[in-house]
């Protein structure tokens, strides 16, 4: 590869100098989304989890090409930062982050004309170490977003040293704004293909004149030291929204709020609207009915998807606290759009995104059905559209490379539908290679635990952490062995989760192992939000469980916890393990999207009917189900302990273990058609090309006949409205 053709790979506009993608394609890019013609989409979230450390086509490709430098100078620079550097931005908390960042991959590969809105966080969401006496012990995450791959600052035009800062009004209970700084910066997610590419605009308030208020409410993702806090960090990216655009001259046509976090945006456009009508005095001119019909005519412009039936997951504040940070006019308008039906003196932001769009959507049919009881007001609007993950993202190289080779599956990177030809009885090279891959996937893990068990070892010598391993304590030997069934459960650890319900009888389950000589690893990881007190003992029961299990089971039974859960280590349990546990209180999980990255590498599901799973079941032939699934209502929403059927639930799991383990072990062949069964079933349907597609029905935005009919053989895969349960 010469230096000419690298330098292909760079390009610019008035904002900035970019590696990674052609002029050409850069400035098709850029003019589709500066085309007001086109109706292209902002999608805003609060957070955004697309590690370069799991997906980055430009690192394969230079690796691909061999390309260790160059003799150029600043593209030698670009080489080494993209082989070399630290490859984190750890911009996410958990799901809601990794499904934006699945989600915009897809709409990179499908060549949508989108842009995504979102905060940076120089402090992260938290970094995570675990003792095993104290439990969880978080701390900032330091990141340094100048020196990482695919991130770039924009630059003020004609000023190439100068960060480009947008100005952003703030109102804080006066009625001329406080004007603050945002630095911008431009993360660029290339498609697979490296043929298209969306950019994500993350917006740097924690700027060094930027007021101490501000500094204290930028830097943490989900920082809950106060409401007020929690208040700034919503309308610190609502706010930005309109300046940021104006700013690029970028023209979005439909906003997608991913959750409801954005939704103050709509204040914003409101006021537009107003103003179009009274200029300036719009505040004292205004009506009701006024402020109603401009509210009207902005919902035309919103597409929102609701994530979770948890109540905590629901922005609510008091209006006193609002009043001491809103404009007078914006408190009219929450008054009549942001009303809260059951609390008179709170502002309720989910009952806000419910009633300004035109379309809302929940993250599975089961979730549709929860939020239709919840919401019933907005029944007839709420609509499912079951998330998905990128599968490019999230099958690992060894299937990857058996998937490439299979003759049945030409084209299932640009086509997961693929999948749906398969005919498990025939595939026996395909299962034959696809279990090699899975041994060698299993290998890497224990290999992973195992060095992490030495290396907390020597930690516990070197600091004053007690290793969050019982392990660790005892000799190398008794440490993992690859072949033995893996099972896997890493998510958040709020209390819904239930990460201990299968060790609510230890003694039901050591006796499992014991009477068939089985021995069993069970591999955990999460983090419990820093002001979650009951995620974080739960998380530290998981610690106090792993020597009494080793015990009873007489080392049969040995329980890992991985601290620092991340995209990384989430691809390489997923990969590794026999299968992937998910033990919710039913119906409180609307969707999952781990399972579905276990099920994309054939990997089974063993879990509690609930979101995605009641979809990907199939009856069996996919994994296996435990648990409660009666109907649900609006009263089974609660996560109180009493409420949430440890002892049902456990014992269900009890009933099936033995039958999954006696098929690992003893029946590899049916073990083997689950997995082909989950690429089969699984994989067309749980992808996020398709769940883009399905999105891209209510954008209204106008593509090209190739790329609408590309999409089309995406919806016809599997329509999650379809279907009644
Ligand atoms: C996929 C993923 C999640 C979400 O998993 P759920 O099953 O939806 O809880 C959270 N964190 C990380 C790091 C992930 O990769």
């Known amino acids: 590869m010469s230096s000419s053709s690298l330098a292909s790979l760079v390009s610019s506009n008035r904002f900035g100098t970019y590696f990674g993608v052609s002029q050409e394609l850069f400035d098709t890019v850029w003019s589709n989304l500066a085309n007001p013609e086109i109706n292209s989409i902002a999608y805003i979230s609060m957070e955004i989890g697309a590690d370069p450390d799991v997906f980055h086509p430009i690192k394969d490709f230079l690796e691909t090409e061999n390309i260790l430098q160059d003799p150029n100078p600043q593209l030698n620079a670009y080489v080494q930062k993209y082989r070399f550097n630290e490859r984190k931005i750890p911009n996410y908390s958990g799901g809601l982050g990794v499904l934006a960042g699945d989600t915009l991959k897809s709409f990179a590969d499908l060549h949508l004309p989108v842009l995504a809105i979102s905060l940076l966080y120089r402090e992260g969401y938290f970094s995570q170490i675990v003792d095993s006496k104290v439990g969880q012990i978080d701390h900032a995450t330091y990141w340094k977003p100048g020196a990482t791959p695919t991130l770039f600052p924009l630059h003020t035009p004609g000023a190439p040293g100068k960060p480009l800062t947008i100005d952003i009004p703030f109102y804080n209970g006066l009625q001329h704004p406080i004007v603050v700084q945002a630095q911008v910066w431009m993360k660029i997610e290339l498609s697979d293909a490296r043929d298209y590419f969306v950019p994500e605009f993350l917006l740097d308030y924690s700027l060094p004149e930027a007021p101490n208020w501000v500094k204290e409410s930028a830097q943490q993702l989900y920082n809950a030291k106060s409401t007020i806090i929690k208040a700034n960090q919503r309308r610190m990216l609502g706010s930005a929204i309109l300046p940021l655009v104006d700013a690029l001259g970028l023209t979005p046509h439909t906003l997608h709020l991913n959750e409801q976090h954005g939704v103050t945006v709509t204040l914003h456009m409101i006021v537009r609207e107003l103003q179009k009508q009274y200029g300036e005095n719009f505040g004292e001119l205004m009506t009701d009915a006024d402020i109603l019909a401009a509210a009207q005519k902005v919902a035309q412009q919103i597409v929102y998807t609701i994530h979770t039936p948890v109540k905590a997951g629901h922005d609510r504040f008091s209006r006193d606290l609002y009043s001491s940070i809103s404009h007078k006019a914006f408190e009219r308008i ?29 993250v599975s049919r089961l979730h549709r059905d929860v939020t239709r009881k919840q919401f019933p007001a907005f029944a007839p609007k709420i609509k499912a559209i079951t998330n998905g993950v990128h599968h490019l993202t999230w099958i690992s190289a060894q299937r990857k490379a058996c998937f490439d080779r299979s003759p049945s599956l030409t084209n299932w990177r640009q086509d997961p539908s693929c999948f749906t030809s398969l005919i498990p009885a025939q595939e026996q090279k395909l299962s034959q290679e696809l279990h090699q891959a899975w041994q060698a996937d299993n290998q890497a893990l224990v290999d992973y635990i195992n060095i992490m068990l030495r290396r907390h070892r020597e930690q516990m010598v070197e600091t004053w952490i007690d290793p969050p391993n019982f392990l660790s304590s005892l000799p190398e030997q008794q440490w993992l062995e690859p072949g033995v069934f893996t099972l896997g459960f890493a ?27 089985w021995p069993v690893n069970f591999v955990f990881a999460g983090k419990a939000h820093p002001a979650d007190e009951p995620g974080k003992s739960v998380l530290k029961l998981i610690l106090d469980n792993q020597e009494e299990l080793y015990r009873r089971s007489q080392g049969l039974g040995k329980l890992i916890f991985i601290p620092g859960y991340d995209m990384h280590i989430a691809k390489l349990m997923v990969a590794g393990v026999h299968a992937w546990l998910n033990s919710p209180k039913r119906p409180l999980e609307a969707s999952g999207t781990s399972g579905m990255k276990a099920a994309m590498n054939g990997v089974p599901n063993i879990s509690i009917m609930d979101g995605w799973w009641v979809e990907g079941y199939h009856n069996g032939l996919t994994g296996w189900k435990f648990g409660y699934e009666g109907p649900v209502d609006e009263a089974d929403l609660s996560e109180d302990p009493e409420s949430l059927l440890y002892a049902e639930d456990s014992s269900a799991f009890y009933e099936l273990l033995p039958q999954i383990l006696d098929i690992f072990y003893n029946k590899q062949q049916d073990f083997m058609t689950r997995a082909l069964e989950n690429l089969r079933l699984n994989i067309p349907i749980f992808n996020t090309h398709r769940m883009a597609a399905e999105y891209v029905n209510q954008y209204a935005v106008s593509l090209s006949p190739e790329l609408q009919s590309s999409i089309e053989r995406f919806r016809k895969l599997y329509q999650s409205e379809e279907s009644r349960l």
């Not at 929450?334 to 809302?360: G, K, P, Q, S, W």
């Not at 998510?491 to 000589?517: C, E, H, Q, V």
């Open 334 to 362: 929450l008054n009549l759009v942001a009303h809260d039906d059951d609390i008179a003196h709170e502002y309720n932001f989910t009952a806000m995104a419910m009633r300004l769009n035109r379309a809302i959507n929940s």
């Open 491 to 517: 998510r958040r650890f709020s209390t819904y989760k239930r990460a201990d319900l299968i060790f609510d009888d230890m003694g039901r389950l050591a006796d499992i192992l014991l009477k068939n000589n």
